[in-house]
């Protein structure tokens, strides 16, 4: 059954700004939709639902960890029908520059896999850099 092939997203990247503020930009809702310029909703707590780009991805808080670590059960409203939900883990550390953004993303259908894998650059890694690339954000 196709729905239930699934595969893991990995990716990288250094955002100019400071871990605590990075952390705020992915679980604030009012910051991600700044982040983003889309609508976003939820409560950054264990346990707080969550919706983001106007309610195309939904998920549950799993476990926060305020400038450390993100773990998020996620989906998208274009998740196959039967597919378990995937698990988002984020982690974030000190660099020189700012932030490493460590990303992975399992369980994620295989059929989409390469859609998200564009997805998060293009949606969430590109606008975050650009955002904090903006003076007075650090």
Do not use: C
Not at 55 to 62: D, E, F, Q, T
Not at 108 to 129: F, K
């Amino acid at each position: 059954m196709a729905a239930s092939r699934t595969t893991t997203i990995t990716q990288r990247v250094n955002v100019a700004a400071a871990p605590n503020a990075v952390y705020d930009a992915l679980v604030n809702a009012k910051t991600l939709a700044a982040v983003t310029g889309a609508a976003a909703t939820g409560a950054a707590r264990v346990g707080g639902r969550f919706t983001a780009w106007d309610g195309y991805i939904l998920g549950v808080h799993k476990a926060l960890v305020p400038g450390k670590r993100i773990v998020q059960e996620w989906t998208t409203t274009e998740w196959p029908e039967g597919a378990r939900p995937s698990t988002l883990e984020l982690t974030l550390e000190t660099a020189k520059d700012g932030t490493e953004l460590r990303m992975v993303h399992s369980d994620v259908p295989a059929s989409q896999a390469a859609a998200y894998r564009q997805g998060w650059i293009d949606y969430y890694w590109t606008p975050l850099q650009k955002y904090f690339s903006k003076k007075g954000r650090t």
